[in-house]
């Protein structure tokens, strides 16, 4: 059996290198390059941005403190394992790094995510959608999510329809930055060789998704519940560009799974919430949304998914905690950043519904609304990623938008309840 594996791994690596080697005289011939057909790190930025302060930054670092934003132009050449061990003591129940982290740290770290070496690479054995898990030199587990759509599609039908968006998973990582929640994984764009880098360490059950497009494209379909051969991801040639989401270190902080609440049906049927106006009281008559900080962190987690145009938060995950004092981690944000033009209002149910909030997140939103767009600051941090640009333009305003909507949603929670009723301090 082992002797067998060996030879179809060896006969899947023989056969595309073969493939490689005829399309290179073509491709030349031709005068084409991957690079070429690959999104630019500089350049191609929209006209609404060519005056913004990212034209003219210096190297070095940008604080910005009213917004916990951190932005860097340099890493330091550390040791894998150094990376990861200081990346995963940062993370603890009430942030996945903090406010005040090192820049260059934290530069450092997502860097490494978009150039360390693979050493192995598997099919992911959660969720629904076509990812990868991958480990990186130093043993770090991670998350990859590949390229299904380019960056003008606009994805139309229900809320939650499509595929993961990899990008939406690099600008998620970003507006949760900016928003000062500081609960999303760090995320990275990135590059990949499938033939160099994935295909030499990948699983025989991944292997077996692996073929070559009429395209002479490499492509895989990977295993997961929606996964299937006819609707595989394909590289340009042998590049896939997609996320890499560094995995939170749950061998020594289990996560713990939740119900949203606010769920949806995901079928005709109706869910409570979506025609009872008095559903927060049914919510907040349970102890663990009446004694605790979790129906603020869902408020949080609504604005952050609004922002994003995400209407697929099903579940929540904590660290397994007992005193359930453990805020929400922002996993799983890849049905981000489908439709720039709506802005599906029941993602915010949690808010105008319980018209409560933290009085920090007032502040972050009302900062990043007053002179500072919210669009600026994240074009700025997006502008040194890998994949850069990470989004169309029309999703720039987008988020200016809902901006704009979740503080109108929350001054009309203050009309008719009060300021001092709305905006409030956590428990803990």
Known sequence: MKMRRRFVTLMTVVILSMYLIINFWIRASLDVSLDQSMPRRRGGVNDDFTNH???TLVSGMISEAKSNVVFVNKSLEEPAEKIWTLAASWVNG??????????????????????????????????SQLKLRLILDG?????????????????NGT???????????????????????????????????????????????????????????????????FCNKDEPACGRGEILEGAVILWLPTDKHPL????????????????????????????????????????????????????????????????????????????????????????ERTILAPLYQCCRVRLSTWNSITALNNGNRLSSKLHLLMSRDPVFPVLDQN???????????????IEICIQDAGRDNVLVHPIF
């Not at 070496?117 to 992911?124: F, H, R, V």
């Not at 043993?139 to 390229?147: A, C, D, L, S, Y």
């Not at 999703?395 to 949603?409: G, Q, T, W």
């Open 53 to 55: 302060p990212s034209d």
């Open 256 to 343: 713990e799974s939740w119900i949203h609440p606010w769920a949806r049906s995901y079928s005709v049927k109706k869910m409570r919430w979506e025609h009872d106006q008095l559903y927060c009281k049914t919510v907040l008559a349970t102890p663990l949304y009446n004694s605790t900080d979790r129906l603020l962190d869902i408020i949080d987690t609504a604005i952050f998914d609004y922002i994003m145009g995400n209407a697929d938060r099903h579940h929540y995950e904590t660290f397994v905690d007992k005193t359930n004092r453990s805020k929400i981690f922002h996993l799983d944000n890849g049905k981000s950043f489908g439709n720039p033009y709506i802005d």
């Open 395 to 409: 999703h720039y305003k987008a988020v200016d938008r809902r901006l704009i909507n979740v503080i109108h949603e």
């Open 159 to 225: 809320p939650y329809a499509g595929y993961d968006r990899h990008n939406g998973e690099i600008a998620a990582y970003y507006i949760d930055m900016l928003l000062g929640f500081h609960m999303a994984p760090l995320v990275s764009g990135r590059l990949i060789n499938l033939t160099r880098d994935i295909i030499p360490v990948a699983t025989d059950r991944l292997l077996e998704t692996f073929s070559i497009s009429k395209d002479n494209n490499v492509c895989f379909y990977g295993r997961c519940f």
């Open 94 to 127: 009430k942030n996945v790094y903090p406010s005040d982290v090192d820049a260059v740290s934290l530069s450092t770290a997502l860097n490494a995510l978009s150039s360390r070496k693979i050493l192995y690479a598997s099919n992911s054995r959660k969720g």
């Open 139 to 155: 043993g770090q587990n991670v998350i990859f999510k590949p390229m299904r759509y380019d960056r003008n599609v606009v994805i």
